[in-house]
């Protein structure tokens, strides 16, 4: 590059001026790197933004009761073992203070929730109307009582009967009863008889805290099997599921995956660059850009984002496949006598390498577009890791190596085979233009070529969602995520009040069968307003014993008897009523978090979980159901996950497309030739049509990351591709050492990546196996459809 009086002389002074720049900004990097806070959290795989009830959704699966609830379960020994062990594990967990619920079917588990109810029957019950203590609103509920006395539920009504004749508490509890309760086996929950699984005992453990909370939740499954292991009976299996467990287990795995790449990528690329190089030095020296490159990205992403997850570390460790060709380029082309190497390699190759880090850069900038905030990760870390990378080849190498890596190594036999191949491919470009109209055949005609499910991007094992299903079917009988009901209100008293109105079109639902039924804290917490319309109900004491009288006249319960109800319906009608804040306060507190959302604007979000008839909710109905109530929507959690990943697949699409042309024009403004750019565009397409292609054989359902894969590959094979246009059209020679440098950086970028296709890390693993091969693509595609003649015609 002409004119440029940064490397001068290279003297002392400026040597040191150089180094010391670098290193201080290597100190403040790895300063900030030690404040970073690094995370493991797969939300950040979940769309960014969304509408007002799909982000009710996301923050359900961040950090709500979804993301704090375990489904344990107990196998092996007998029936009595298991439902022993059950209750003493419960109990142990209980009283441990790091859950705010757990159920195994017994019912001292619920005392202090039916505690609240009894004591609040009256402003609970839907039953409670003027009506219903006139005499003859009376004698009909005391009917309905006492001819219940003679059933099973009579053994639980009976002490209750002076107290609540007219059975409201009877009422409230009905409406407690789930839908699809576990089936029950000496008081605990056992998993049901359908599906062949092995007997066992479960339970449901609701996790205290924030659902983020990664560490906490881990001190809470750790609490879980601690707690197991202390149960003396022989012969038991303990089995944990959830959220919790998917997201502690990512993070380990995150974090094993990222420390075995980078350790095994660093290996193996050393021992190449050592054969390469023969030189312990020189191989030392390339390796400061991939540790500039991996630190700027780190440092970059914790700057902008607050935090760096594990995905982007291990996609971070291809920058030692991808930072380090700028160290080759240089070591190899940068020779020249007495130290003037590095003017030989600016002048010739750093134009070239500088055009390729602006196509790349415009390439991974579409990342930075994406509806993802792990994506947007993933775009941050390259591009802030390969510009680090680029300037320290630029400005630190030829300070520390001015005359580049002198040792020969394996470089000849590269640059030989590589001239070889030169003088070969180009008779095979027919070849490649039929194996690329192949793959738009196969892409065009492949059904269901793109992936349309979130949990493309999880990480969690087909063994371990197995048993998660498992577990959740003897618990909900159905591993369906099922649907709810979402209800907003600019406060908490609007919300309950719309909430009630929406549980009333759905009661009409279950009246028909057309759902099973559905939860709602209305039926705890009502709205005041109901509360007190429920209060004003109730008479006071001398009209009540008048109409109790009548009701009872020449009946089996005399009024006399039933002196207790009447001090309790006086004691109602003064009772305080129930706010959040009271219920917060109470053992109704779980089922206020699990049901209810405040925001920190006021505004409050009730849920009401809808139980479909058989495995699956009509969504269509429920919505037509609930139409004109105001801020009421119904949500079908697989569905709308479905929907938004959908979404912004598509425009993923269209952010890569943009990229694409991106990188297209800014060649077409570097070369400003329109058969160069025809030329270099030429293998970038037909390498991005054959991993297409590949993967349509292959049956590979493409997801967003195969779609990050195929920008890399543009990112990547444009620099190929601008070499071989440079080695065609500028002055530099394509000599063996030239041609070795390409090689060489191409195999390194192949290992990098392949290592990743490797990972068990689908995420990883998606972009792994579309840049590896689409890396070597590129360059063999751009040897083919290159001109050797002129390349190979000049002198050496």
């Not at 569905?639 to 297209?664: I, K, T």
């Not at 890399?712 to 002055?731: C, E, K, P, R, T």
């Not at 990883?764 to 689409?774: E, H, M, Q, R, W």
Request: overall charge neutral; proline content about 5%.
């Amino acid at each position: 590059m002409t004119g440029v009086p940064a490397l001068g002389a290279l003297t002392p002074r400026h040597r040191a001026a150089v180094l010391l720049l670098w290193l201080a900004a290597m100190a403040l990097a790895a300063w900030q790197i030690t404040r970073t806070s690094f995370t493991a959290d797969l939300s950040a795989f979940l769309p960014a933004t969304a509408n007002a009830e799909q982000q009710v959704l996301i923050d359900q699966i961040r950090s709500g009761v979804p993301a704090r609830t375990l489904f344990i379960g107990i196998e092996g020994a007998d029936a009595q073992a298991r439902g022993a062990a059950s209750r003493q594990l419960a109990a142990t967990l209980r009283s441990s203070g790091r859950f705010d619920q757990v159920s195994n079917g017994e019912n001292d588990a619920w005392a202090g929730v039916g505690r609240w109810m009894v004591e609040r029957r009256y402003l609970l019950s839907p039953a409670v109307t003027p009506e219903r203590f006139t005499a003859e609103g009376l004698r009909e509920g005391i009917g309905e009582t006492l001819s219940l006395l003679g059933t099973p539920a009579g053994t639980a009504l009976k002490p209750l009967l002076e107290l609540d004749p007219t059975g409201e508490v009877q009422r409230i509890a009905e409406s407690m009863i789930p839908v699809k309760s576990p089936r029950t086996d000496d008081g605990v929950w056992v998993s049901r008889e359908a599906g062949g699984t092995p007997p066992r005992a479960v339970m449901l453990a609701i996790i205290r805290g924030d659902g983020a909370d990664l560490d906490g939740q881990q001190a809470a499954i750790d609490t879980v099997r601690q707690s197991f292991s202390r149960v003396q009976t022989p012969g038991l299996t303990l089995l944990v599921s959830g959220a919790p467990v998917f997201s502690v287990d990512s993070r380990a795995q995150i974090k094993g995956e990222v420390e075995w790449l980078a350790l095994t990528g660093t290996l193996v690329i050393s021992a190449l660059l050592l054969a390469a190089f023969a030189s312990p030095v020189a191989l030392a020296v390339a390796m400061l850009p991939v540790a500039t490159g991996i630190l700027a990205g780190i440092v970059t992403v914790s700057l902008l984002f607050g935090n760096v997850h594990g995905v982007t570390l291990g996609f971070g460790s291809t920058l030692i496949g991808e930072a380090v060709d700028y160290a080759i380029y240089y070591l190899i082309q940068a020779r020249g006598q007495g130290g003037t190497g590095w003017q030989h390699w600016l002048h010739g190759s750093w134009p070239t390498i500088r055009l390729g880090l602006l196509t790349s850069l415009c390439g991974f900038a579409a990342l930075l577009f994406s509806g993802f905030p792990g994506l947007q990760q993933l775009g941050v870390f390259s591009l802030a890791g390969l510009v680090g990378a680029v300037l320290t080849t630029r400005f630190v190498l030829p300070v520390l190596m001015p005359d580049g890596a002198r040792g020969q190594g394996l470089r000849r036999p590269l640059g030989r085979a590589a001239r070889s191949a030169i003088a070969v491919l180009p008779r095979t470009r027919w070849l490649w233009l039929a194996l690329g109209l192949a793959s738009v055949v196969l892409v065009v005609q492949r059904d269901g070529l793109w992936n349309a499910e979130l949990s493309s991007l999880s990480p969690v094992s087909r063994e371990a969602l197995a048993l998660d299903a498992s577990l959740r079917a003897d618990i909900t009988s159905s591993s369906d995520g099922g649907a709810f009901v979402v209800v907003q209100g600019r406060d908490a008293e609007t919300a309950l009040q719309r909430a009630e109105a929406a549980a009333l079109r759905l009661e009409g639902l279950v009246n028909t069968q057309a759902i099973a039924g559905f939860d709602s804290i209305t039926r705890f917490l009502p709205s005041l307003q109901t509360q007190q319309r429920r209060q004003a109900a109730l008479p006071e004491a001398p009209a009540l014993q008048a109409a109790l009288a009548e009701a009872t006249a020449n009946g089996p319960l005399r009024a006399a008897r039933l002196a207790p109800f009447v001090e309790a319906v006086a004691q109602a009608r003064s009772l305080p009523l129930a706010t959040p804040d009271l219920a917060r306060a109470s053992a109704l507190a779980p089922l206020l978090d699990a049901l209810t959302l405040q925001h920190p604007d006021g505004h409050w979000t009730v849920l009401l979980p809808v139980q479909g008839v058989g495995d699956a909710v009509d969504i269509a109905l429920v919505r037509a159901a609930l139409q004109g109530l105001p801020q009421t929507q119904a949500l079908d959690i697989g569905g709308e996950l479905g929907r938004m990943y959908s979404r912004y697949l598509g425009e993923a699409r269209g952010q890569a497309a943009l990229g694409g042309l991106g990188v297209l024009l800014l060649m077409a403004l570097a070369l400003r030739n329109g058969r160069r750019v025809l030329a270099v565009s030429q293998p970038l397409l037909l390498a991005v049509l054959l991993c297409l292609g590949g993967l349509a054989f292959f049956r590979v359902p493409m997801g967003i990351l195969h779609l990050v894969g195929l920008l890399l590959v543009v990112a990547v094979g444009s620099n190929y591709a601008l070499f071989f246009d440079m080695l065609q059209h500028g002055a530099s020679t394509a000599d063996d050492d030239t041609l070795a440098s390409l090689l060489l950086a191409n195999l390194t970028t192949v290992i990098g990546f392949g290592l990743i296709a490797a990972s068990d890390i689908r995420a990883l693993s998606a972009i792994g196996s579309v840049v590896a091969p689409g890396a070597l693509l590129a360059l063999v595609l751009a040897a083919a459809f290159a001109s050797p003649a002129r390349m190979l015609a000049k002198p050496l």
